[in-house]
């Protein structure tokens, strides 16, 4: 059965889609819109958003002008299950010089969490344009050790990393090469990198792209609890029917074997497809997400965000599909994070909404037992809402982070929890989220 005959999810931040099982109720916001990043006076942006299996959620940012750091510099900040903030902001790099920025994380069930960055220079060896960078960090939020190297291969520029985490704490790195130990010496090439629970390599750095025209480029990952990852990217490479660049996939068993060559996604093939995101449910499914020119489905409006699943046996599920369903103008930006039981929130940034919000918007969208409408996101409705990153709690329980510039200059991180009609197993207090609606 097609994926599409089931599903059709949708939204924007932006637009945001939840899948959940009927038990799961409707969601709402938890709480007001909230500003993450409590310092840093100038550019707060690419936010990035993690969370365990408690529903405690990290968001960490690429800030510019910070006392521990007055470049560009890594910033990051916990929340508890509620919203509740956790501590203090926090800065991720240790090591100062140059650009720090193009921020990732991931977080182990057990609380604990993986950062991971490109720098300009390295606490390594590598200190040609840019190299990817690691730490790690307990779950109360002090670093585990110092930062580290991930790549190995230091000829020119590393750049965008990602990362995912299994349930024992071994984590994968993936991000962009100019240049590789494989025979891809053509533009740029897609590297990964497994590690241990304690931060060791396991193997060597090792090429994921087999097609090596051209540049392969906006690499991101996502992890099973068993180990096994999908790797999607964007090539600029004619392949198969798609001479505009495709969007490729490639599974890997949890020893870091590849099962198979990459394969494209995108079945719609006039115009780009780029800037993939993946994510991992509990159950061993994957959705991946993409910006779109044009679209199969209903959206012939500039960019639609489209989705394709799999699973954690490397197979593909049905065939793309449409996520939104808010068509004027342009979709863009997508992510995707991962639930439990089979549950997904995908978020994209619109150029107009379905809400309020006509400029940039954040906007939502749950995929129930009854579909909703889109929902708008962000309460600030003034300049730029832009690059969206989401991460869902085993329960439901979901957040949204982006960018703002409600001034139209300077950029600060804001974000809106959501939640399950039972957030922690119990209502409690008031019965003002209720509904006599059976959904």
Do not use: C
Not at 163 to 174: K, L
Request: glycine fraction near 12%.
């Amino acid at each position: 059965m097609r994926v599409s005959s089931f599903l059709h999810l949708a939204a924007a931040v932006t637009l945001a889609v939840q899948m959940s099982p009927p038990a799961f109720g409707q969601a709402t916001p938890h709480g007001g819109e909230f500003q993450v990043n409590t310092h840093g006076q100038s550019a707060q942006q690419e936010p990035a958003v993690a969370a365990d299996a408690l529903g405690q959620m990290v968001v960490v940012w690429q800030s510019y002008g910070e006392i521990g750091d007055p470049g560009n510099s890594v910033q990051g900040q916990r929340y508890a299950a509620d919203g509740t903030p956790q501590g203090s902001q926090f800065q991720a790099n240790s090591h100062t010089f140059g650009f720090q920025g193009g921020t990732s994380v991931a977080r182990h069930s057990n609380g604990e969490f993986v950062v991971v960055w490109q720098s300009a220079t390295s606490t390594g060896n590598d200190n040609s344009f840019n190299s990817i960078q690691a730490r790690r960090f307990d779950t109360d939020g002090t670093p585990k050790g110092a930062e580290f190297q991930v790549n190995s291969y230091t000829s020119s520029a590393q750049n965008l990393p990602d990362v995912g985490i299994d349930d024992q704490g071994g984590f994968v790195v993936v991000w962009q090469s100019r240049g590789s130990f494989g025979d891809d010496q053509d533009g740029y090439s897609i590297q990964g990198r497994r590690f241990s629970a304690d931060d060791q390599p396991l193997g060597a750095e090792f090429q994921v792209n087999a097609d090596t025209t051209g540049h392969q480029t906006w690499a991101r990952v996502a992890v099973d609890g068993a180990g096994n990852f999908w790797v999607v990217y964007e090539t600029a490479a004619a392949v198969g029917s798609d001479p505009d660049g495709s969007i490729q996939a490639r599974f890997y068993l949890s020893n870091g074997t590849p099962t198979q060559p990459s394969f494209t996604l995108n079945t719609y093939t006039s115009g780009a497809q780029v800037r993939a995101a993946i994510a991992a449910d509990d159950s061993g499914m994957f959705l991946a997400v993409w910006q779109s020119h044009d679209s199969a489905g209903s959206d012939t409006s500039l960019s639609s965000i489209q989705g394709y699943f799999l699973n954690a046996a490397g197979d593909p599920l049905g065939d793309d599909f449409q996520v939104n369903t808010y068509t004027t103008g342009s979709q863009t930006r997508a992510a995707v994070g991962g639930a439990g039981g089979g549950n997904f929130v995908v978020s994209w940034e619109s150029s107009s909404s379905g809400g309020t919000d006509t400029s940039a918007s954040v906007q939502a969208r749950q995929f129930n037992a009854t579909l909703s409408n889109d929902f708008q996101v962000n309460t600030i409705e003034t300049n730029v809402q832009t690059d969206p990153a989401v991460a869902a709690g085993a329960s439901g329980n979901f957040v949204v982070v982006w960018a703002s510039s409600p001034t139209g200059s300077d950029y600060n991180i804001r974000g809106q929890f959501y939640d399950a009609l039972f957030r922690d197993g119990f209502e409690t207090g008031d019965s003002v989220r209720w509904s006599s609606a059976v959904p």
